[in-house]
């Protein structure tokens, strides 16, 4: 794994510290609001994954998304925050607002903040240790695995491939 990834992972496994307990689906809400941020539902634009008011610690997410989409999302806008994305995106009334259009989970993205909250969310939903305990006791069955972490087909197989379990 490349260090920059193993900064992120790493960065994630300290959020992740902030779960009131290790149940899976990992608590991503509860964790972002012991960080001290608010997690609010919003009726943006079907485009609009969600944003990231840094100033107010506040990640809005598309109420309108399917709850297994905001899951990620609220995960990735909160990748934004720990790595310190958004501060260039500052107006001159010194707000900084990030505002995300489709998030679509995958490592590929054109823009590097992208691909790095994305590796983040990945990270923080999908524990690489959890991942590899529960593949080694039930298999590699993806549609279960993706249920049990609470992320998409998509999202799980991306972790999957990440971690050279398939
Ligand atoms: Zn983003």
Known sequence: MDSHIK???EIAKQALKKAPNDELPVPVEEIVKSLGLEVVAFPFHQKISGLLKKEEGIIAINKNHHPIRQRFTT???LGHFLLGHGMEEMNDSGVSIYEDE???ESFDKPDLREREA???ASALLM???RVKNVVKKEGLEIDKLAALFGVSRQAMT???L???LI
Request: aromatic share 10%; glycine share 0%.
């Open 7 to 9: 900064y992120i992972e």
């Open 75 to 77: 995960a990735h806008e």
């Open 102 to 104: 489709i998030v679509d």
């Open 118 to 120: 994305n590796i983040f």
């Open 127 to 129: 524990p690489a240790d």
């Open 158 to 160: 991306i972790r999957l």
């Open 162 to 164: 990440s971690l050279k």
